[in-house]
């Protein structure tokens, strides 16, 4: 079975930083990892998605100021310059490339606020 576990969400005021991770319990040798959040009353969307072979997507919302990395089976966001639309909860992605599937992490409270 696997597990994604998140750390790193809190309360931040406007411009400040906050850094997410998620270790997975299992990895697949062709996957993606990835962050998406969702806003109350909204849809859940990217915020970026690093592959196996290093190929990073970005929401266009969060370019320049958002950085994803991973080491193996663990997956960072670095957010900085965080501004109050980017108050969300951020969900931890695993997709499984071949025969695809998606796991979910149990998501992480970011809120900006002054």
């Known amino acids: 079975q696997v597990q994604l576990v998140e750390s790193g969400g809190g309360l931040v005021q406007p411009g400040g930083s906050l850094r997410l991770s998620c270790a997975a319990s299992v990895i697949f040798s062709l996957n993606a990892m990835g962050w998406y959040r969702q806003a109350p009353g909204k849809e859940r969307d990217l915020v970026a998605r690093i592959t196996n072979d290093g190929t990073i997507n970005y929401a266009d919302s969060v370019k320049g100021r958002f950085t994803i990395s991973r080491d193996k089976n663990t997956v960072y966001l670095q957010m900085n310059s965080l501004k109050p639309e980017d108050t969300a909860v951020y969900y931890c992605?695993?997709?499984?490339?071949?025969?695809?599937?998606?796991?979910w992490g149990q998501g992480t409270q970011v809120t900006v606020s002054s």
């Open positions: 992605n695993l997709r499984r490339t071949v025969s695809p599937l998606d796991y």
